[in-house]
C-alpha cells in the first residue's frame, strides 16, 4: 500500500527520506508492506501515552513521602526491518532506554519497479520456428549458476592466482554457453536453470551484508551487464528453439533482491519480444520444483538470503537426504524421475544413487573462483552443463572452462 509519511515516520520505518516534489503537496509516498503499515500505526499512536511511576520516595516507615510519574507510550516500536542497533543509551534514575538503529549495509535493495511501463510499447514481439525436426528426445535442459557478475577476482593484481572476471570475459564464456547448447541440442524445446548468485553482491556486500565484497563493477554497470546477458542469451537461443522454459532462482546469498531486480526486467522484456515461445520463471522460495514431462526438477541455490548458516552441501549426507525427501513427500511427488539441483558450492559433483527416491545434482560455478576462494582453498574449475531427456535416459554433456 502506498501511504504518505513525515519524514520522521518514514526514518522509523528504514526508508530514506524522499523530499517533496513541489512547494504545497503532501508528505512524499512510500510503499509499505503489511508489517510496516503495522508499525506505522504504533508510532502514529505513540502520543496514546499513560503515566507509569519511574521513581518513589520513602520515609523510615516505608511510607511514600514522594513519586515522579511519566508519560509512556501504550505500544513501542519495533527495529525496522534490515536495521541494526547501533547505541543504546539508557537514563539510570527513569528508567528509560532509547535504541539508535542503522541500516544494514547491501540488504534494502528490493525496490518494486514497473518494468512493463518501460518496455511497453518498445517491443515488436517476435514468433520464432526451429528449422530443425527432432523426434526422440523430449527436451533439451542447460543449467548454469554462480555466475558472480560484478566480482573481482584479482584484487589489485596481487592474488595468489591470475584471473579476469570483466564484461569481455563473461560475453567469451556467454558464446561458448550458447554454442555447446546448439552443439548438443536433440529437441525444440529447452528447459534453461540459473541456480542463482548471478550477481556477486549489492554495494559490495552480500545478501546479509556480513562481510564487504572485493568489485570490479558499480551496482549500475552489474544491472547492465547481467540484463544484457541475459537478453542476449535468449535472442540467440530463439534462433534453434520453438519454446524455452527458463527458471532464475531469486532466492540466494550474493544476488538477492538485486537478482531479482534483474531477472524481473529480464521476464517483463523477453516476454514481450516472445509472447508465444518463451516462459520466464523467477523463483523466489528458496526450494521449488517443475514438472517437465515425466520428469521433477527440485531446484535451489543451496544457500537461503537470510536464513541457513550452512546450506546444502556438495556431497550429500543422511541428514540432507531426509530433507530432500521430507519435500518430496510434502508436494506427493510420487511417480517422478526426479532431480534435485543446486549450485552454491562451486563444484560439479553429480551423485546418481546415494538415494533411490532422487539424484543429487550439485553443478560448478560459471564464474572463476573468488579471490577468498583462492586464498583460502584452491585455484577451482569453472563448467556448466547441458542435457538430452528420452523418454527413459538421459544424456549428460559437461563443459569445462
Not at 8 to 27: D, P, R, S, T
Amino acid at each position: 500500500m502506498r501511504i504518505r509519511l513525515k519524514p520522521h515516520e518514514a526514518i522509523a520505518l528504514g526508508f530514506e527520506v524522499k523530499q517533496k516534489e513541489n512547494k504545497g503537496e503532501g508528505f512524499p509516498k512510500y510503499r509499505l508492506n503489511d508489517s510496516q503499515i503495522l508499525q506505522l500505526d504504533k508510532i502514529r499512536n505513540f502520543y496514546n501515552s499513560n503515566f507509569q511511576e519511574v521513581k518513589r520516595t520513602l520515609n523510615k516507615d516505608g511510607e511514600v513521602l514522594s513519586k515522579i510519574e511519566k508519560l509512556v507510550p501504550d505500544t513501542l516500536i519495533d527495529i525496522p526491518d534490515n536495521h541494526i542497533i547501533k547505541r543504546v543509551s539508557t537514563n539510570v534514575s527513569t528508567k528509560q532506554q532509547w535504541v539508535i538503529t542503522e541500516p544494514i549495509k547491501g540488504v534494502n535493495v528490493e525496490k518494486e519497479i514497473d518494468f512493463l511501463s518501460i518496455f511497453k510499447d518498445k517491443i515488436t514481439p517476435i514468433t520464432i520456428e526451429s528449422k530443425k525436426e527432432f523426434t526422440d528426445v523430449l527436451f533439451d535442459r542447460a543449467v548454469y549458476t554462480d555466475v558472480h557478475i560484478g566480482m573481482d577476482v584479482n584484487k589489485d593484481g596481487y592474488s595468489l592466482y591470475d584471473g579476469t572476471w570483466n564484461e569481455t570475459e563473461i560475453f567469451n564464456r556467454l558464446e561458448i554457453f550458447v554454442n555447446q547448447i546448439v552443439k548438443n541440442q536433440k529437441s525444440k524445446s529447452l528447459f534453461l536453470n540459473d541456480l542463482g548468485d548471478y550477481l556477486d553482491g549489492f554495494d559490495g556486500f552480500t545478501t546479509r551484508g556480513g562481510h564487504a565484497l572485493p568489485q570490479n563493477m558499480d551496482n549500475q554497470k552489474a544491472f547492465d551487464i547481467g540484463l544484457k546477458f541475459k537478453i542476449a542469451m535468449i535472442d540467440e537461443l530463439f534462433k534453434y528453439y520453438s519454446h524455452i522454459k527458463v527458471v532464475n532462482i531469486c532466492n540466494d546469498n550474493h544476488a538477492g533482491s538485486f537478482g531479482y531486480i534483474v531477472n524481473s526486467a529480464f521476464k517483463t522484456y523477453i516476454e514481450l519480444k516472445y509472447p508465444d515461445n518463451i516462459e520466464v520463471i523467477n523463483q523466489r522460495k528458496f526450494i521449488d520444483h517443475y514438472i517437465v514431462d515425466n520428469r521433477c526438477f527440485i531446484l535451489t541455490h543451496g544457500k537461503d538470503d537470510k536464513s541457513l548458516k550452512f546450506g546444502f552441501k556438495p556431497q550429500i549426507d543422511a541428514q540432507q537426504i531426509e530433507k530432500i525427501k521430507n519435500y518430496i513427500d510434502e508436494y506427493k511427488l510420487y511417480g517422478y524421475d526426479i532431480e534435485f539441483s543446486k549450485g552454491d558450492s562451486h563444484q560439479l559433483i553429480f551423485d546418481l544413487t546415494s538415494s533411490t527416491a532422487f539424484e543429487y545434482q550439485n553443478f560448478g560455478a560459471f564464474s572463476p573462483p573468488s579471490d577468498w576462494v583462492k586464498t583460502n582453498f584452491k585455484n577451482t574449475k569453472s563448467s556448466f552443463t547441458v542435457f538430452n531427456y528420452y523418454e527413459n535416459q538421459k544424456t549428460i554433456n559437461n563443459y569445462i572452462f
